[in-house]
């Protein structure tokens, strides 16, 4: 393996200086640019997995365009956007890098902090041990489809599981299962690597079909624990085309005597935009034979008002992109605050996800959210210590103190 190289690209030299030394000291290889001309030009030659930390404000060709020339081509580099400009500013510009499809790692202000910097870069650094925090592979660098093939037929896949706190109670309120490759080589690999793959190979139906089965079997299992718990899991926008879908998960809830209440899936805002009347068709008879249906990542797809109100949704599930600036960006924080009300009014459970600080999660108290789910409260966590984590110190430790919103 190579190490990877980040690109720096800022019209000012001071910078491009410090962000280098910053690079170098991870352990990654730096290269300079003062042009986004100059450096376009080379970025045909830019090598898959590499990175680009972009300065939005420039002279002659600004961030914004560079964005929109890398878009176009084939293997872009991911990107850390730095701007001395406001929070909404820089925040536009992650939301417009996303929309072409970019990989955006972090958007970080001026006066850069080394600290942030440095925990961006840490995961690309080659020499960092496996864990939980550090073993996924970067999400940028796509597997092999021969390889997420193999993953899915031999068993390779995995369930974590990342506890649903009910804010107002402290009481966990669910789990929401992630599934992570198990990788004979790699270690542990995110699924932002392969789900992709799997999804433009067709294989998404086989996917989550394994997901379904391992989270059916995990709730078993810590049902004869005498732990009794909700469960939450993701479906891709091509799990809903299947018409005979409703049927044979009431058919497999049923043979495993299991609660079709107790199961949630997961849909993202932005798979409901292909053929409205199959998802509604399916959605509903899923809804009838009481599985619970939560949109996931609400507020980054455009549905409409008029869409949400067809939907028999149970649940909102806010993106953590509002979450995560909620505390510093009054827009963040105002639709944050929409996406509760919305929900309560609409009568369906509201779920925070991507709480990272306590204030976060203060906020969200004060605000009337139901639930919350975030690295604060819990790391997803493989099913075996979850009971742990919830009977044991994790849960306890959340109850006691650390968090005053529950004392008060
Ligand atoms: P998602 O459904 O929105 O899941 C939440 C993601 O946010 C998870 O990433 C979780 O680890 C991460 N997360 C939770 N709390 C925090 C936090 O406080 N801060 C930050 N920065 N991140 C947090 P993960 O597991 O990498 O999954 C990424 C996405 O991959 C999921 O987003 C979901 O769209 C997809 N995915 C995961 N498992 C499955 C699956 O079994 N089937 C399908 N179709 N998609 C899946
Ligand atoms: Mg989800
Ligand atoms: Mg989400």
Same mark, same amino acid.
């Given at each position: 393996?190579?190490?990877?190289?980040?690109?720096?690209?800022?019209?000012?030299?001071?910078?491009?200086?410090?962000?280098?030394?910053?690079?170098?000291?991870?352990?990654?290889?730096?290269?300079?640019?003062?042009?986004?001309?100059?450096?376009?030009?080379?970025?045909?030659?830019?090598?898959?997995?590499?990175?680009?930390?972009?300065?939005?404000?420039?002279?002659?060709?600004?961030?914004?365009?560079?964005?929109?020339?890398?878009?176009?081509?084939?293997?872009?580099?991911?990107?850390?956007?730095?701007?001395?400009?406001?929070?909404?500013?820089?925040?536009?510009?992650?939301?417009?890098?996303?929309?072409?499809?970019?990989?955006?790692?972090?958007?970080?202000?001026?006066?850069?902090?080394?600290?942030?910097?440095?925990?961006?870069?840490?995961?690309?650094?080659?020499?960092?041990?496996?864990?939980?925090?550090?073993?996924?592979?970067?999400?940028?660098?796509?597997?092999?489809?021969?390889?997420?093939?193999?993953?899915?037929?031999?068993?390779?896949?995995?369930?974590?599981?990342?506890?649903?706190?009910?804010?107002?109670?402290?009481?966990?309120?669910?789990?929401?299962?992630?599934?992570?490759?198990?990788?004979?080589?790699?270690?542990?690999?995110?699924?932002?690597?392969?789900?992709?793959?799997?999804?433009?190979?067709?294989?998404?139906?086989?996917?989550?079909?394994?997901?379904?089965?391992?989270?059916?079997?995990?709730?078993?299992?810590?049902?004869?624990?005498?732990?009794?718990?909700?469960? *939450?899991?993701? &479906?891709?926008? #091509?799990?809903?085309?299947?018409? /005979?879908?409703?049927?044979? @998960? +009431?058919? %497999?809830?049923?043979?495993?005597?299991?609660?079709?209440?107790?199961?949630?899936?997961?849909?993202?805002?932005?798979?409901?935009?292909?053929?409205?009347?199959?998802?509604?068709?399916?959605?509903?008879?899923?809804?009838?034979?009481?599985?619970?249906?939560?949109?996931?990542?609400?507020?980054?797809?455009?549905?409409?008002?008029?869409?949400?109100?067809?939907?028999?949704?149970?649940?909102?599930?806010?993106?953590?992109?509002?979450?995560?600036?909620?505390?510093?960006?009054?827009?963040?924080?105002?639709?944050?605050?929409?996406?509760?009300?919305?929900?309560?009014?609409?009568?369906?459970?509201?779920?925070?996800?991507?709480?990272?600080?306590?204030?976060?999660?203060?906020?969200?108290?004060?605000?009337?959210?139901?639930?919350?789910?975030?690295?604060?409260? *819990?790391?997803? &966590?493989?099913? #075996?210590?979850?009971?742990?984590? /919830?009977?044991?110190?994790? @849960? +306890?430790? %959340?109850?006691?103190?650390?968090?005053?919103?529950?004392?008060?």
């Amino acid at each position: 393996m190579t190490i990877p190289i980040v690109y720096l690209l800022d019209d000012e030299p001071d910078m491009l200086i410090l962000l280098a030394d910053v690079v170098e000291m991870t352990g990654l290889e730096p290269r300079l640019f003062t042009s986004g001309s100059v450096f376009l030009e080379q970025v045909d030659e830019v090598e898959e997995g590499s990175l680009l930390v972009l300065d939005l404000f420039m002279p002659n060709m600004d961030g914004i365009e560079v964005m929109r020339q890398l878009a176009k081509k084939n293997n872009p580099p991911a990107l850390v956007l730095i701007s001395g400009h406001d929070a909404g500013v820089l925040h536009s510009a992650e939301e417009l890098g996303r929309a072409h499809n970019l990989t955006i790692l972090a958007a970080l202000p001026k006066p850069l902090s080394v600290v942030k910097f440095q925990q961006v870069l840490r995961p690309y650094a080659m020499s960092q041990p496996c864990g939980e925090t550090q073993s996924f592979q970067p999400s940028w660098r796509g597997c092999a489809p021969r390889e997420v093939q193999r993953a899915i037929l031999e068993d390779e896949l995995i369930l974590y599981f990342q506890p649903q706190i009910a804010i107002q109670s402290g009481e966990i309120a669910g789990v929401e299962a992630l599934v992570r490759w198990q990788h004979p080589e790699l270690g542990l690999v995110g699924p932002e690597r392969f789900i992709p793959i799997a999804e433009s190979y067709g294989w998404m139906d086989q996917l989550t079909s394994l997901v379904l089965n391992k989270a059916i079997l995990q709730i078993q299992q810590w049902r004869a624990a005498d732990f009794d718990i909700s469960v *939450s899991i993701n &479906i891709a926008a #091509d799990n809903i085309t299947s018409l /005979a879908l409703p049927e044979q @998960l +009431a058919g %497999l809830l049923m043979e495993k005597k299991l609660d079709p209440t107790r199961l949630t899936l997961e849909i993202t805002e932005s798979s409901l935009m292909g053929e409205l009347a199959t998802s509604l068709d399916i959605l509903t008879r899923l809804r009838m034979k009481g599985v619970k249906l939560s949109i996931d990542d609400f507020g980054t797809g455009y549905s409409s008002l008029v869409q949400l109100h067809r939907m028999p949704f149970t649940e909102l599930k806010i993106d953590r992109s509002f979450v995560s600036y909620m505390t510093d960006d009054r827009e963040a924080r105002a639709i944050v605050k929409t996406c509760i009300v919305l929900g309560h009014d609409l009568g369906v459970q509201v779920v925070a996800e991507g709480i990272e600080q306590p204030s976060h999660l203060n906020l969200l108290w004060q605000m009337g959210c139901d639930i919350a789910q975030g690295y604060l409260l *819990s790391r997803p &966590i493989p099913g #075996d210590d979850l009971l742990a984590w /919830a009977q044991g110190n994790g @849960l +306890a430790a %959340l109850r006691k103190k650390e968090f005053g919103w529950l004392n008060a």
